[in-house]
């Protein structure tokens, strides 16, 4: 019996990357070839291999069962999407049969049975979803969650697979239609179903390729990310099917449980490519163990990108340093900038550059929203710094503009709401009209609601427009408040969460709350007058601290913080209470998705 082998980073065809119209015109040529997607398991071995050939195979026999279903065309098939190869499968036989995929959450957290089949239940009620597949392991709370929806078929895999063969041909989905339903992460909402055409995906990611990573012949890819997540789906899952990369595939939660496995696949298979969020990378940095870096070799790594929520730079710094001796060079991290509502990317980073930051006076963009150009604060400084880092340009194909409240357009180092256009834009949110047009202007700007300020054309997002806590006239940032609490030695990356809310005189006041493994009462005290007297002498205003126990903060289905959801916690469990409540706060309060 032969040993399973993973597909190769080097190909048979030449590299392509553009005249693709479709996703299933660029499957069809990396079909040619011999790269495609490898599965690891939670000890890091292969699992499953799926060459691009096999795929493209796979997935138009399944399109010619779905056919069987009769459903009208683009109607949309929920999929659970759990790194899997049928997720894959699945995803790309809704192509060949003109129906349209809409990846949902394959995250539950810790005694969150009830609330992962309520979440599924609200959004099979938002696409109004006709299939629905699970593999075995989401395939029970699929089950309870499809009760009263419009779903009219669901099951495993081999359900689907068990059903007849349609005759008819296959028209696979047409440039001007929908290639999927994208959930926006529901970081500061409820999720809504982003609309991505095949056009308007197609041109993503051959910008991406293209422009933003350079693709060469030979690149390989490593990737953890969820495919329910845009980064994961569209950046790490189609963008190497259409420029014909292999990708070696850890599950979420093995990349949890043990951050090394992501290290060690890229090491032992010279990978190329990878992404994570800020997190990701200080979670590998603070697990890896000594031993483990002396046996790396990271050199082959040229792409280490960096997007999905506001970059820090401690985090990589941290990371950059304990894989040094690994042959990690700090160069190859890649800040960039996007969302779901543009597909994926907006903005890259110079390659090769590594962050590239901007000290801004503190003072002046809390007061009047200018970052104006600070020197790098040293001790003897006496006005405030704050640092953001450089996302690079827009893309080429899209036009930007930063706004301030009335719609006026800002010049440089004026801090205002970015707004795009460009062809990656969505067609809007799926059946929800007065939310598409809040955001997306009849001739195509999309307002993103986040907040940003442009040196020359190289962009600076400096936070969602939405968080940002104001007191007295004056803009504060939450993540500045959470950065001055992560400081102190008690509290981890992470453990922090600020926003505003009213107080009970009506005035806007700051919040933060903190999980905190402390116990003892005087020792909470003390880090709570700690951290009060930090926050004023540091940011000039009085905040709220709320010790709580771990898993209370609220993230969302893509590992973001979500503030707004942290702050309905806050506002229905501990802004009622006593002040002495916060240390009896049930321990069981875990950690949601929304």
């Known amino acids: 019996m032969h040993a399973m082998e993973a597909t190769p980073a080097e190909n048979t065809i030449p590299l392509r990357m553009e005249g693709f119209s479709t996703l299933t015109d660029a499957l069809d040529y990396a079909a040619r070839g011999r790269t495609g997607f490898n599965f690891y398991n939670g000890r890091g071995k292969l699992s499953s291999v799926l060459p691009y050939a096999v795929l493209r195979e796979e997935a138009m026999a399944l399109a010619r069962r ?78 309870e969650s499809v009760a009263g929806s419009t779903v009219r078929f669901f099951g495993s895999p081999e359900a689907f697979d068990a059903l007849p063969a349609s005759d008819a041909p296959l ?7 929908l290639a999927y339903l994208q959930y926006t992460s529901g970081s500061t909402r409820f999720p809504r179903g982003v609309m991505i055409t095949q056009q308007a995906v197609l041109n993503n990611l051959f910008i991406i390729l293209n422009n933003g990573l350079e693709i060469r012949p030979g690149d390989r890819a490593v990737s953890w990310l969820p495919y329910f997540h845009d980064m994961g789906l569209v950046g790490l899952l189609l963008a ?37 969020p800020p997190f990701g990378y200080d979670l590998a940095a603070r697990r890896v163990r000594e031993d483990d870096v002396a046996g790396y070799d990271l050199r082959s790594w040229r792409v280490a990108g960096v997007g999905a929520e506001l970059i820090r730079t401690a985090s990589l710094a941290a990371f950059a340093d304990r894989l040094a ?40 963009l809390a007061a009047n929203q200018e970052a104006a150009a600070s020197p790098h604060r040293r001790e003897e400084d006496t006005c405030r710094t704050n640092t953001f880092v450089n996302c690079g340009p827009p893309l080429p194909g899209y036009e930007i503009e930063i706004r ?42 999309l307002n993103t609601g986040d907040l940003a300020y442009r040196v020359g054309t190289d962009v600076f997002i400096t936070g969602r427009a939405k968080d940002l806590i104001i007191v007295n006239g004056r803009n504060i940032w939450p993540q500045d408040i959470e950065y001055l609490v992560e400081s102190q030695p008690e509290i981890r990356t992470g453990d922090a969460s600020a926003f505003s809310c009213r107080s009970p005189q009506g005035e806007e006041q700051a919040v933060v709350m903190v999980q905190c493994r402390e116990s003892d009462p005087d020792r909470r005290r003390e880090l709570t007058e700690r951290l009060r007297r930090g926050i004023r002498e540091e940011l000039g205003i009085d905040c709220t601290i709320a010790l709580v126990p771990r898993n209370t903060l609220i993230r969302t289905t893509s590992g973001k913080p979500s503030r707004h959801g942290t702050r309905k916690v806050y506002l229905e469990r501990i802004a009622v209470q006593p002040p002495s409540a916060c240390d009896d706060l049930a321990a069981g309060g875990q950690r949601r998705a929304v």
């Open 240 to 276: 190497p099917m259409a420029s014909q990369v292999t990708v070696d595939f850890l599950n979420t939660r093995d990349f949890a449980m043990r951050p090394r496995l992501w290290l060690k696949l890229m090491s032992e298979n010279r990978a190329t490519i990878s992404f994570s």
């Open 404 to 445: 301030d409240a009335s719609g006026r357009v800002l010049p440089e180092r004026r801090c205002g709401v970015l707004h795009v256009r460009g062809a990656s834009v969505m067609s809007g949110y799926f059946g929800d009209l007065k939310a598409t047009r809040e955001v997306l202007s009849p001739d195509g700007w």
């Open 66 to 143: 779905l056919l069987t279903l009769e459903a009208a065309r683009g109607a949309r098939v929920a999929l659970v999407a759990d790194t899997h190869p049928d997720f894959v499968r699945f995803f790309f036989a809704c192509q060949y049969a003109g129906l349209t995929p809409v990846p949902l959450p394959a995250q539950i957290q810790l005694n969150g049975r009830e609330a992962y089949v309520g979440q599924l239940a609200r959004l099979l009620s938002i696409c109004q979803a006709e299939f629905a597949m699970g593999t075995d392991d989401f395939l029970p709370f699929l089950a």
């Open 171 to 177: 028209s696979p989905s047409r440039p001007e239609e």
């Open 325 to 364: 001796p690994s042959g990690f060079d700090s160069r190859a991290f890649l800040p960039c900038y996007g969302m779901a509502e543009c597909s994926l990317a907006v903005c890259f980073g110079a390659l090769e550059a590594g962050v590239l930051q901007d000290h801004v006076d503190a003072d002046r």
